[in-house]
């Protein structure tokens, strides 16, 4: 082997020379000025790691076991909407990355490909992400056409009621497990947008309730970032949350999830799944996001860097170097397994 | 709609590209070297908000009251000198934005358009906001002016006695609602300027006593940065104080109002209304300012990058970006009141 | 009066214009990489003010008494040495300026005009800076060479025991007060240049109570930054001691003067005067200076910034700069006599 | 003399200025992007030194003991690999540099040069640096090679099981003390390099006892970091430590050496020798760990710095350079030997 691990910037840069400008600026979007960005990855910064070398390791591995699933390795794809706008293999070529990389995928609400098809292609399991259609009849559809397709669990995204379109969406990029455009009700002068239009169809913690009867699969709730929101969702019967300040593109001026996982895994208590998102980029986040007490990552911009890069291939590179990383900072720090690195002390 | 909402610095780079250099250096000054409006912005920024979604929202507003009027949200406009050197719309263009955003404003002792004028043209009650004229007897005469045009309250600035022409003015642009110059008696050899010329005509708490007599309009002191001014104003009868410092543009190396607000609140107590300027940036500022403790917020450069930019329909689309922020801010924090954001604890 | 204050940077950049770069960096020159003149100016920026309105001020002066003179301000010139380096002017320029200002100055034991040229120029007793001569007998030359020009205290400077050359003096300029240079004993092989050359002329404890005794006007001690090493020139007898770290020119890697100054007026506790420098850039840090109980403070590369700039007039015109900004100072915090400074609370 | 002290940094420009791009990209390569060597060099900025001015010195010097060897100073030369691939000169170069500065060295098990000739131009005793060769045996000989050659300490390299090549070497560099490449075994399908391939080759504390015993010199371990790691080692008999993070090379997102190294000097309580490397660039730095309680430190790439920009001289330079600079701050803040500096307190 030659020359360093990739990290994972090097595929940012390459995606930023292959995209698009406005599909670059979409791709990296921030709620504020990017300072979110930064304070979510500065987040996991802050924290330190201690070398313990000379442990002997015993059958060392990454794996982990989900839902009655097992993993080869603790790193989910996040759910990215429009795959084929950042390269022509779309969502399938993803899937196709998980395969080789025995990874693990969310399907967007807003996938450009059919969900059946992405689920056909994929050799494991998939997962799907579930946005709020507007009411439940809506919701009920998307809800069982992606079950139909075989995914084994739903995660529901409830952080970001308000979905601007950031760009146009070129020719041929479109959402095409929706039926049709949300319809949103004429707004009165006087009226608000944001309070008389898009909160009108977001979902609430009873349509929760209602969702988790629907479903005989997993329900993960994403986008929690206050205790009390974890305990609630555990009262209703999910089976997991996902931390996420939405990789900071909903509301500007969120702390880190790096800063609030702790409080977040206290409050949980081993009562359901917790997963975290946000600032993830390179093996050693993830080894901390786990020694803070996550059960499992994912992965947003990265992979879709390398999706712009190489396609399939890229989301592969990708997903070896963090597994690579991963299994580097176990070594280093003598761990041999996933449920270890939970007891070592971060500095 | 298509894109993010265009945030504030936009206006900024337009305003920027707009105007003559030394009208842009004069707006953007800063009391030193502009570490003063960055220790502002980032007082604003060092709070976090952490998102609380599935919140149903009831019947969700920004408004308020303030002195018996009914206002549609807390952003007031601040009192900005000399409107014309930014766009010929002048203090006129800012009232005309105010009827369409339903906004306040306070018009500057140093408007360059008659108060008359401007106030009739404005659909809801205005403040003045009055410099103190060296003595009584002239600061009455342009009070008088003022409460003849029909304002509804008076917005007495007291953190700048020393008022340094910052540039020359263009010939047509002028403080027209003056009597005259301030004639400033001549220095004895040896004399200071600052303490024998400026400070002379400065204001006094006896001052202050007097004008709360003249004065049958809620009257407001602006500039106070210290928990026991805040205690002298409410126990002299006013019924409010702004906290500010100037923007920066007056005492170098002042705290971040952001930093001294809790204790100001704490102090004034609901005794009095409370605002708050300086660093205000974006809606989520403004819900942080009311998340501890204020009443309303004022906004002084952004909308003037508006005016530069656009004129009265730039100001318009400065006062909806904070509107749709702040909507947007209590929509993804769960609050549907003002008087809810103040129970919110920042992060 | 037009435009702003000049702040001092302005003086920096046209110094930096007008000088050739190898003096421009001589006078910039710090210990380490830049780092500890960023510390020192950072050390005061940490401070901050919090304005005072609506306070009358009873007549209200800069002034303050030193050793049984009266000064106008408590803005004292630091001893800078070859001064006809940067500006034909030199010393004498300097003192001028001072007369124009009613400044205070240390004559440099490195002044490259005659001390007694110096004092016949200033219309206001002037202090000398004397560097230890390596022997007591050359010192004694020395000092009593100041004191015959009439010089009204002497200011031992202790922090730079090792003179380094930093550039090759231009054919004119040297050090034209000392006997001669002094000679160094040739090193042995295997001796250190610092031990065994440098150090054998350092003064000691021992020679500063011998000085004592040798001078009859106050003596001050330059360069302490420890509370002990403040406690045992007071115990012997001394007039005062200047806190500093020579600007940052010496030893890299030290405290801000502002972070030890606090410890540093304790220890004094009245016993004796007590002046700080390094770092000092505007009238607001002589302010916090004075308000963390210092009796006056010294300035060193701005007023040469001023000199290089313009001669004695920049050095003049920089002297009234912090001498409009202490006064603005004081009168925005409400507060008429330094002795009221040290009054106030710094946030 | 003339102008400053060279700097370290001046050395880094003048070996960036000669080396080819990827060489130089190799020398100064950090486990993640850089931000680790700044952590490092950071933790010892973090500290401050206060100056002891008019202390008289008692014979100072920097002289020390280590394992009944004299030496001149405090600063050991880390082993780095392939010094010919940075100049001609090679390890016989850095260790002729030695001589002239009565330096210290430790041999690289990855050297370029044969360890026997670059002991034989030594004038003082050398340690060499001991890579485990995957097994007992293999280690064995490469140990009995060096002691052979007559080095007087084993320093074992701990913290870098996974020697990832970072570059392709020239034709002519290559590590000629080794037997031959280390073969590693084929992985299967789904095994790991890093848990199935690097790490089976690393050694463990086992191996550590055994080497104790194998070595009749002093053995010290290089790479630790965390308090029970240093206690085992004092355990098992080892005569020293070397707290490292190995400049920051091998695991992004470890403390800064100086954050730690506190809590490591107590754990060793005076048991067995601490050195410490990782950022240090001055001879303040240097000071600074003393004073935190190593016996002495080592430096890496400033000396390679050095090398590449003179060969021999250059490493010279450096050494004398950080002579020059401990020595100083050993006058400037009043102690005359090293056992001295441990009693300081920083700041």
């Known amino acids: 082997m030659k020359g360093t691990l990739p990290l994972l910037s090097h595929y940012a840069q390459q995606a930023q020379a292959k995209l698009p400008a406005n599909v670059w600026h979409y791709l990296q979007s921030d709620a504020g000025q990017g300072a979110q960005q930064q304070c979510n990855e500065a987040g996991w910064q802050t924290h330190k790691l201690i070398p313990r070398p000379l442990q002997a390791l015993q059958q060392p ?9 097992h993993w080869a390795h603790p790193i989910m794809l996040a759910p990215v909407a429009y795959q084929t706008l950042f390269h022509v293999d779309g969502e399938i070529g993803t899937a196709v990355a998980c395969n080789a990389q025995q990874g693990q995928m969310m399907v967007s609400s807003l996938a450009s490909q059919p969900v059946a098809d992405i689920v056909g292609q994929a050799q494991q399991p998939l997962w799907f992400q579930l946005y709020w259609q507007g009411d439940r009849a809506r919701t009920e559809v998307l809800l069982h056409k992606a079950l139909n397709a075989g995914v084994s669990a739903i995660v529901l995204t409830v952080d970001a009621p308000v979905k601007q379109a950031l760009m146009d969406l070129p020719k041929g990029v479109s959402a095409v497990n929706l039926e049709k455009p949300l319809a949103m009700q004429a707004l009165q002068p006087g009226q608000s947008q944001v309070f008389d239009g898009w ?27 206050h205790v009390d929101d974890a305990k609630r969702t555990i009262a209703l019967g999910c089976e997991g949350i996902v931390v996420s300040n939405h990789g900071g593109r909903v509301l500007d001026s969120t ?21 975290v998102d946000s600032g993830i980029r390179s093996g050693q986040d993830v080894f901390k996001a786990l020694a803070m007490g996550a059960d499992a990552v994912c992965i947003g911009r990265p992979y879709i860097w390398g999706l712009a890069s190489e396609g399939a291939m890229g989301v592969a590179k990708v997903i070896r170097t963090l597994r690579d990383e991963l299994e580097m900072t176990m070594a280093l720090t003598g761990v041999s397994r996933l449920s270890d690195i939970r007891q070592v002390d971060l500095y």
Chains 1, 2, 3, 4 share one sequence.
Do not use: Y
């Open 61 to 69: 591995s990454t794996g982990c076991d989900m839902f009655g699933e």
């Open 199 to 225: 909160m009108t169809q977001a979902p609430t913690w009873e349509d929760v309730a209602w969702l988790r009867q629907q479903c005989k699969v997993p329900l993960l709730i994403k986008g929690l970032m």
């Open 255 to 275: 702390p880190a999830v790096a800063a609030i996982l702790p409080d977040m895994v206290a409050a949980v208590d081993g009562q359901c799944k917790l997963l």
